[in-house]
T-cell receptor, first 112, second 112 residues
Framework: DAKTTQPDSMESTEGETVHLPCSHATISGNEYIYWYRQVPLQGPEYVTHGLQQNTTNSMAFLAIASDRKSSTLILTHVSLRDAAVYHCILRVAGTGYQNFYFGKGTSLTVIP | NSKVIQTPRYLVKGQGQKAKMRCIPEKGHPVVFWYQQNKNNEFKFLINFQNQEVLQQIDMTEKRFSAECPSNSPCSLEIQSSEAGDSALYLC??????????FGEGSRLIVV
């Protein structure tokens, strides 16, 4: 069963900021939130991850709700190269079976 | 460009035929995962290894698939007798531990 919920699709215009939401209402205290993105004909690419605090890197800003039941991946100044399926994933820390739970992902379309 | 190398990129098999895919993990990564991604972008965990040892695998993998990660050789995933439902993108990912996974570009299997 999927442990994360994401919208099927979202649309943005080049140069804008886009907020990609993810709901994980049953997240456990030892689960990290990971984001990957995937373009056609390629495997998923790591974007960012976090546990409790907001995180930022060259690719994106990850905002995590204080109750950790939701998170938002924020992409600034999006370009056509950011068009991809974005997967929000929970990962159990330490030992574990199937320790990456992939959602269906959000397909982001970027309009020129 | 992915540092996890998967071959072949595409393979077409008839029902009942064997299908074999290979994966060279990123150098120095002892952990390898195999996932199956269907046409709806849903991921299914198949099996994972640490060095040459199987850590976890699902029932389907145990019964119809065989996988190995021999030392100094590519990892492999083989379907003993392909079924139409096996048509999917098979993704290999490697990791230093069980933290961030780095994916290859995948092997797309079509069973006709």
């Amino acid at each position: 069963d999927a442990k994360t919920t994401q919208p099927d699709s979202m649309e943005s215009t080049e140069g804008e900021t886009v907020h990609l939401p993810c709901s994980h209402a049953t997240i456990s205290g030892n689960e990290y939130i990971y984001w990957y993105r995937q373009v056609p004909l390629q495997g998923p690419e790591y974007v960012t991850h976090g546990l409790q605090q907001n995180t930022t890197n060259s690719m994106a800003f990850l905002a995590i709700a204080s109750d950790r039941k939701s998170s938002t991946l924020i992409l600034t100044h999006v370009s056509l190269r950011d068009a991809a399926v974005y997967h929000c994933i929970l990962r159990v820390a330490g030992t574990g079976y199937q320790n990456f739970y992939f959602g269906k992902g959000t397909s982001l379309t970027v309009i020129p | 460009n992915s540092k996890v190398i998967q071959t072949p990129r595409y393979l077409v098999k008839g029902q009942g035929q064997k299908a074999k895919m290979r994966c060279i993990p990123e150098k120095g990564h002892p952990v390898v995962f195999w996932y199956q991604q269907n046409k709806n972008n849903e991921f299914k965990f198949l099996i994972n290894f640490q060095n040459q040892e199987v850590l976890q695998q699902i029932d389907m993998t145990e019964k119809r698939f065989s996988a190995e990660c021999p030392s100094n050789s590519p990892c492999s995933l083989e379907i003993q007798s392909s079924e139409a439902g096996d048509s999917a993108l098979y993704l290999c990912a490697s990791s230093l531990s069980r933290n961030t996974l780095y994916f290859g570009e995948g092997s797309r299997l079509i069973v006709v």
